[in-house]
């Protein structure tokens, strides 16, 4: 059983269309999370959401909308795509330890967005 | 936000040779996780040092926890080619979130 999935694996779209992807976690947590990895390889945090609350939101642009219908998945549509949105994204949970310290991450198999 | 920096940036090695990999920042973790991503996957935790001058040993993979919490090394013994990934720290930085370093990426040749 896949503990985190994301669909889909693999995107290829034009500059202006909208896309979503799709992420479900079945471990139980009550955060999940999105990420985007550049093509350098750095992941960055985007979004946190703990029981479908919307926690941190980095500077992202706000082409950029989660969307959390229950705790168990997180979505992710994208309005406009820009060139520089293709990337890897990698969706991922986490049960909290405590306040202010993170759990262990679980992360998705990642999609990889291409904007031509 | 922790700004972390892994060192080195990448890392290309014969099979059996060791190797160690670092991580730093100018400010006190509360505590750190090592993550290792193979191509085409998610990253995967590999460890968690919360205490100053902690070493937890996975396997062939040492880590060690600085004595002041501002630094952390990674070392594999007898590297081997299936050890070839992407290998990140990450703090966990306030509420609910993780930070994450700009990573080493280590390929071993057979």
């Known amino acids: 059983d896949t503990a985190v999935s994301q669909t889909p694996k693999y995107l290829v779209t034009q500059m202006g269309n909208d896309k979503s992807i799709k992420c479900e976690q079945n471990?139980?947590?009550?955060?999940m999370y999105w990420y985007k990895q550049d093509s350098k390889k750095f992941l960055k945090i985007m979004f946190s959401?703990?029981?479908?609350?919307?926690?941190i939101n980095e500077t992202v642009p706000n082409r950029f909308s989660p969307k959390s219908p229950d705790k168990a998945h997180l979505n992710l549509h994208i309005n406009s795509l820009e060139l520089g949105d293709s990337a890897v994204y990698f969706c991922?949970?986490?049960?909290?330890?405590?306040?202010?310290?993170?759990?262990?991450?679980?992360f998705g198999e990642g999609s990889r967005l291409t904007v031509l | 936000t922790q700004l972390l920096e892994q060192s080195p940036q990448f890392l290309s090695i014969q099979e059996g040779e060791n190797l160690t990999v670092y991580c730093n920042s100018s400010?006190?973790?509360?505590?750190l996780q090592w993550y290792r991503q193979e191509p085409g996957e998610g990253p995967v935790l590999l460890v968690t040092?919360?205490?100053?001058?902690e070493v937890k040993k996975l396997k062939r993979l040492t880590f060690q926890f600085g004595d002041a919490r501002k630094d952390s090394s990674l070392h594999i013994t007898a590297a081997q080619p299936g050890d070839t990934g992407l290998y990140l720290c990450?703090?966990?930085?306030?509420?609910?979130?993780?930070?994450f370093g700009k990573g080493t990426m280590l390929l071993v040749s057979p």
């Open positions: 991922a949970s986490s049960q909290e330890r405590h306040r202010g310290n993170t759990g262990e991450l679980f």
């Open positions: 471990l139980g947590h009550d955060t």
């Open positions: 959401y703990n029981n479908k609350e919307l926690i």
């Open positions: 400010s006190v973790f509360s505590s």
């Open positions: 040092v919360v205490t100053g001058g």
């Open positions: 990450a703090e966990s930085s306030g509420y609910s979130t993780l930070t």
